[in-house]
């Protein structure tokens, strides 16, 4: 086996070596990387057994490493979207590889004990049969289809749905869960279901979880009821993202979900460089251990105990989190700012901040094109500072102090408004970004290194409590705040003592409720 497929086995929370784990307070999950066998021409119609070779070359490479997992003592292992079959497929040709998956809630089915219940069911036999051998539960992404008739008023004219459909198999085989996509991304050869799901299931070592598929993550349905109405803590999150710098590359989603909600999140993203999909990861609000590889071509299993309760991680972090709510002053601030450096006492922090709302000159004020959206940008042009921007309803205000390299630019970021390309979504952002050059224009292209260490605060006046905090650093490295929070309807963020140069800080909200209003 190549060395590249050898797993990535990292403690999320502590060194099994030094700790005792305690079995009833953590458990072991795994995620896998996968580098899929694709097919080169996805639109050309094939027969179903051409169809199944296909799938098959990558159930071995999984089978592999539910193997590995095994070995590990691993509970529950996740594999990407689209990992099995690939994707661009027109919805003829996506046909010969859809197989029926009944609803576990209706029908109790075991597919590896009984292979011939269901005609047509060769992939889910396979996956069951893993999850039966590994002794662990199994959560994979495969093309489903479901019959129906004019009676349905949502039947598509073929007279079948085409989904694109998680399944969930428990330790002995057992299909038990099935989740259909509901956020599509560029999928003709699928169907947004007729009805949002809220998929769950249950397991005897880490309670319930719940499922997601990919660009789900951004929207309202299913995402924010499943994790609110349900309490859900445990969310399995299979992608296949492509990365968009400076703000949305996977792991810098995954990692502001898992925090903004406080959940632990367990994400396998597709392994295609070339298609800019990179990025896996486990986590918790506050630790994580993730994989983003733009130069090697292999896949990456990552393993690491998990908090069975969430909140459980809070304790390891050295600073301590604000619950995400709007208008709710319960929160202390924190301040955890390196005194040497960049430190206000109480008296201080109410000038600074209210010295910045009174306004800053907005005459070096520009705009640049960020993720396909118009933001309002101000260049941090000393080594220190007070800045404010504001788009629409949203001023973003930063204060910072830092030892900045010459030769790179910073700027201070706004934007509130709808995103209307790759998906139409109502977002509010304040950034800090790293520009790709010394002129303005090259703000808002994204990149990865960075030698400038900058302490700061960034706070804004959201108007959602749905805020997702970024903070990259150089060479694809995640961070986290030091502390965050509401204060007096401002949610805000603050970081010192960075080890490596900073690429992007953010607050990214989303409003879900303006959705509807365009």
């Known amino acids: 086996m190549s060395s590249s497929w050898l797993p990535l086995i990292l403690l999320l929370f502590y060194p099994v070596a030094l700790v005792h784990i305690n079995r009833n307070e953590y458990y072991t999950a795994a995620v896998y990387e996968h580098r899929p066998v694709l097919n080169l021409n996805p639109q050309s119609l094939v027969d179903r057994q051409t ?11 999984y089978e592999e490493q539910v193997n590995l997992a095994s070995k590990q003592g691993v509970k529950i292992i996740v594999f990407p979207e689209d990992g099995i079959h690939g994707f661009n497929y027109s919805r003829a040709s996506i046909f010969p590889f859809l197989e029926p998956i009944p609803n576990p809630e209706f029908v109790k089915w075991n597919p590896c004990i009984e ?26 992404n495969v093309p489903g289809k479901q019959l129906c008739n004019s009676s349905d008023p949502h039947c598509p004219s073929d007279g079948r749905y085409q989904f694109n459909t998680n399944v969930v198999f428990s330790s002995d085989g057992a299909l038990i869960a099935r989740y259909f996509k509901q956020n599509l991304y560029f999928e003709s050869a699928f169907n947004v279901p007729p009805v949002v799901e809220h998929v769950k299931f249950e397991t005897p070592f880490a309670g319930t979880f719940g499922i997601l598929t990919c660009f789900d993550l951004l929207f309202f349905e299913p995402t ?10 445990q969310v399995v999150l299979p992608l296949a993202w492509n990365n968009q710098l400076p703000l949305l590359t996977a792991i810098q989603a995954q990692r502001a979900f898992a925090t903004a909600f406080s959940i632990n999140l367990l994400a396998p993203n597709i392994h295609s460089p070339s298609m800019e999909m990179t990025g896996s990861g486990i986590y918790t609000p506050v630790k994580s251990v993730y994989y983003h590889n733009m130069t090697n071509a292999e896949g990456k299993l990552i393993v690491a105990h998990v908090p069975v309760t969430a909140s459980q991680s809070h304790q390891l972090h050295s600073g301590e989190f604000c619950k995400l709510k709007k208008a709710e002053h319960d929160c202390p601030f924190h301040r955890y700012i390196d005194k040497e450096s960049f430190v206000f006492t109480e008296g201080e922090e109410d000038y600074h901040m209210s010295k910045v709302k009174q306004g800053t000159s907005v005459s070096d004020a520009f705009y640049a094109e960020m993720m396909y959206d118009n933001y309002t940008l101000l260049p941090l042009l000393s080594s220190k500072g007070e800045l404010k921007v504001c788009h629409n309803s949203l001023c973003c205000y930063l204060v910072y102090q830092g030892t900045f390299n010459d030769n790179e630019l910073y700027a201070l970021g706004v934007f509130d408004g709808l995103h209307t390309v790759h998906g139409t979504y109502y977002v509010q952002v304040c950034t800090v970004v790293k520009c790709s050059g010394s002129s303005y224009t090259s703000c808002g292209v994204g990149v990865t290194d960075a030698d400038s260490l900058i302490n700061f605060k960034l706070w804004g006046n959201f108007s959602t409590k749905y805020i997702f905090p970024e903070i990259l650093s150089s060479e694809m490295t995640l961070d986290l705040a030091d502390s965050m929070g509401w204060e007096n309807n401002y949610f805000f963020m603050s970081r010192s003592g960075m080890s490596s140069g900073l690429v992007t800080a953010a607050l990214y909200g989303r409003w879900y409720s303006k959705d509807k209003e365009w």
């Open 51 to 61: 169809a199944l070779r296909l799938m098959n070359y990558n159930l071995d490479i």
């Open 115 to 140: 292979p011939d219940k269901f005609r047509g069911t060769e992939v889910l036999n396979r996956l069951s049969c893993m999850a039966r051998k590994g002794q662990m539960f199994l959560v994979a």
């Open 224 to 233: 924010v009821t499943l994790i609110e109405k349900y309490g859900i803590q």
